[in-house]
């Protein structure tokens, strides 16, 4: 009898996100895919290894039995490719991020980064786009995950993103002012500079109403009533809605994230996390993707 550890990594999963759903998300393959591994684990040991309860999963005797080698199994194999996969690259990698929740998931792929390079250091480090723009302008960054416009997108960027901006405000706020109160992550966001620029350029008077260090304030802020600003379109939830006003005002551009090296001698290391980050993170989106 032969264990594969896919196997064991979708029935170990399944029992620990409790679903076969969450273990595919987990995972970052399907739930088919998670399924029909389990139901190949099962036949290959002769008996069922979960009791399905609804929507929840637990253990039969013989999956609880099997599960802490599973375990043991999954960690010494990804303990063996870690070794193996190692590499004796060494220096200091300096990376920058715009977004918050980004930075969640790019800290996952510095953990494995670090991993595979013992012998390397990461700068990490949370700024406005603005500013890493200038950072990697002046040499103070390797690479950064950030938002541009899309005519801003330079050839060798890697797009993760593509969205259209909008113009929001709450849904129960007004929707005509004398002077707009404009709500925006501040000087060195690049959708700030947007809204500025464009409600100077149709002569609008505006004001400074708020100035968020978070998505999620600027959303509380939309929500409460306290003036509008321009997001993009994923990122609109219940409360919020179009500004009606928008129609008149020229169209914004699409915004971007993406992946950029600075401009001057990139190493080796800063290659490889370039690499790695595009290779997890990367739709291989292009801005010129119909559905873009």
């Known amino acids: 009898m032969r264990l594969d550890t896919e196997s064991l990594r ?3 999963s399944a029992l620990e996100f ?3 759903t969450n273990a595919a998300d987990e995972l970052g393959v399907s739930q088919s895919a998670v399924s029909w591994r389990i139901r190949r684990l099962e036949d290959r040991v002769g008996t069922d290894l979960l009791i399905r309860e609804g929507h929840s999963l637990r253990p039969t005797q013989a999956g609880s039995d099997l599960c802490a080698y599973a375990q043991t199994i999954i960690e010494a194999h990804d303990s063996a490719v870690r070794m193996l996969e190692s590499t004796s690259l060494e220096g200091t990698v300096r990376l920058g991020s715009s ?3 980004l930075a969640e998931r790019v800290a996952y792929t510095l953990g494995r980064f670090r991993q595979a390079h013992p012998l390397s250091r990461v700068e990490f480090h949370i700024h406005h786009s603005l500013v890493l723009d200038q950072m990697l302008a002046a040499d103070l960054l390797d690479l950064a995950l950030y938002f541009v416009l899309e005519p801003d997108v330079e050839p060798d960027d890697e797009v993760l993103t593509v969205d259209d901006l909008v113009w929001v405000v709450g849904e129960n ?3 005509e ?3 707009v109160p404009v709500l925006s992550f501040g000087e060195g966001s690049v959708t700030a500079r947007t809204t500025v620029t464009t409600l100077r350029a149709v002569g609008m008077d505006y004001s400074e109403a708020f100035t968020g260090s978070s998505f999620p304030s ?3 802020a939309l929500r409460a009533g306290l003036g509008v600003s321009l997001i993009d379109r994923a990122n609109m939830t219940d409360g919020i809605v179009e500004w009606p006003v928008a129609a008149d005002l020229p169209s914004p551009p699409n915004i971007c994230q993406v992946v950029r090296l600075g401009s001057g001698s990139v190493s080796e290391l800063a290659k490889e996390l370039y690499t790695d980050i595009v290779r997890e993170l990367g739709t291989g989106l292009s801005v010129d ?4």
């Open 10 to 12: 979708a029935f170990v």
């Open 289 to 292: 993707d119909e559905d873009s």
């Open 18 to 20: 409790d679903g076969m």
């Open 173 to 175: 706020a007004p929707k």
């Open 99 to 101: 977004d918050d929740h």
């Open 177 to 179: 002012f004398d002077v």
């Open 218 to 220: 600027i959303l509380s």
